[in-house]
């Protein structure tokens, strides 16, 4: 009789998630977790629990799991960083904008090269960074093995020295 069936339904799966959500902690710490099978009132022995832990199926679950997280994880961190290339875009466009203002109220006032110097900052911003979220929203909808291959272009389009950060 396989000790799964023992159980009420759905108990291995439950098992699993609480080892899973809180942080998949090794069986030591995890023993104090397990709680009481509503059906038979007890708790699986330690030895079936460190079974179940190993086994193909939690295994393959935590795997997949894993790889969504990690997904879930790269694609909220890619869309930050879209966002933060966006304000600084927004940025650099106010600070011309600014500077535009200024020199048309305060003719007079603004150094010539203050003036300048505002413009050409904002300006530089603005050029830094507004292709940047265009181009990660890209490579991000870009298939793997088209990604591999640009990046493989782009490293052997490269100098055969580069100094490093």
């Given amino acids: 009789m396989d000790i799964s069936s023992k159980f009420s ?34 708790t699986p022995q330690p030895t079936t629990v460190k079974t179940w ?24 961190y890619v869309a930050s960083t879209v966002e933060m290339f966006e304000r600084h875009a927004e940025l650099g466009r106010e600070m011309q904008t600014i500077a535009f203002t ?15 110097r505002l413009l050409v900052d904002g300006i530089k911003t603005e050029q830094d960074t507004a292709s940047i979220p265009d181009m990660i929203k890209k490579l991000k909808a870009m298939p793997n093995e088209k ?11 490269l100098p055969a020295e580069i100094d490093a950060y």
């Avoid at 439950?14 to 959500?21: A, G, V």
């Fill in 102 to 116: 200024w020199l048309k109220e305060h003719k007079d006032e603004l150094t010539p090269g203050t003036a300048v």
């Fill in 53 to 76: 832990m190993s086994s193909d199926e939690w295994l393959a679950r935590e795997d997949s799991l894993d790889r969504e997280v990690e997904k879930v994880v790269q694609e909220k």
């Fill in 147 to 157: 990604l591999l291959d640009t990046i493989q272009d782009y490293f052997t389009d």
């Fill in 9 to 42: 339904p759905g108990y291995i799966g439950n098992l699993f998630t609480l080892w899973y959500t809180n942080g998949k902690p090794r069986f030591a710490k995890f023993r104090s977790m397990i709680p009481v099978d509503p059906l038979t009132n007890t």
